[in-house]
């Protein structure tokens, strides 16, 4: 079945560790991009990378990292310098230059510092 | 800087009951406008999207309007089920540089009570 999968499910951090939420997806698409979502607040862009080898800053990229060496894979690393790292995580992908393309989205990872 | 505006923030209503979401929004240039449902932890599903010549689209219950003169697009649910409780989330794409970065709304909770 074609789609994006997110993992894992629920992720524990300690306090100055980095960990990578991993994002791939089967669905042939160019554009990737990971969101960040905190209760009460609408969907914030973090990254985004239209095409392998290339990726570009959201609005709320510091503290991240990201890699797009495999058109399947956008991983998101989240270093200890992102202060408030605990939230909801949401991956999702589409066709970049399709003016109505739907962008879809993986069921999330819920990263939670300890 | 582009805006998305949800009203209400949360709803509660009866099953069976109708109601009304509404999205207001400054994006320009404007390309497309998508309607998002989002269950309590997971990644927000399509439900229908909007572009600039059109005025209302339907995907069964739910009815999508858009107004692109005054910017504001509503989502109006028909005979509510318990299986609609969920936030529903507006998403506006502009054009740039053939890029059509999304610009997410915080969503709205509606919540169907038995």
């Known amino acids: 079945d074609g789609g994006i999968t997110q993992s894992p499910k629920y992720l524990f951090r300690k306090e100055g560790q980095n960990v990578t939420l991993s994002c791939e997806q089967n669905l042939n698409h160019d554009a990737m991009y990971w969101y960040r979502q905190d209760p009460g607040q609408g969907l914030r862009l973090i990254y985004y990378?239209?095409?392998?080898?290339?990726?570009q800053k959201g609005d709320i990229a510091e503290g991240y990292s990201v890699s797009r060496e495999k058109k399947e894979s956008f991983p998101l690393t989240v270093t200890s310098a992102q202060k408030n790292p605990t939230a909801f995580y949401l991956c999702?992908?589409?066709?970049?230059?399709?003016?109505?393309?739907?962008?879809?989205f993986g069921q999330g990872t819920r990263l939670t510092v300890v | 800087k582009n805006q998305v505006e949800q009203s209400p923030q949360s709803l509660i209503i009866l099953e069976g009951k109708n109601c009304t979401l509404q999205c207001n929004y400054t994006v320009s240039p404007f390309s497309n406008l998508r309607w998002y449902k989002q269950d309590t932890g997971r990644g927000p599903v399509s439900l229908t999207i909007?572009?600039?010549?059109?005025n209302t689209k339907s995907n069964g219950r739910y009815t999508a309007t858009l107004d692109a003169d005054t910017k504001q697009s509503s989502l109006h649910i028909t005979a509510s089920q318990l299986s609609d409780s969920a936030s529903y989330i507006c998403?506006?794409?502009?054009?740039?540089?053939?890029?059509?970065?999304?610009?997410f709304g915080r969503g709205t909770s509606l919540i169907v009570h038995p």
């Open positions: 999702a992908s589409s066709y970049p230059r399709s003016m109505n393309t739907e962008a879809f």
């Open positions: 998403v506006v794409r502009e054009t740039s540089g053939g890029s059509y970065i999304p610009t």
């Open positions: 990378s239209q095409i392998v080898n290339d990726f």
């Open positions: 909007m572009t600039f010549s059109e």
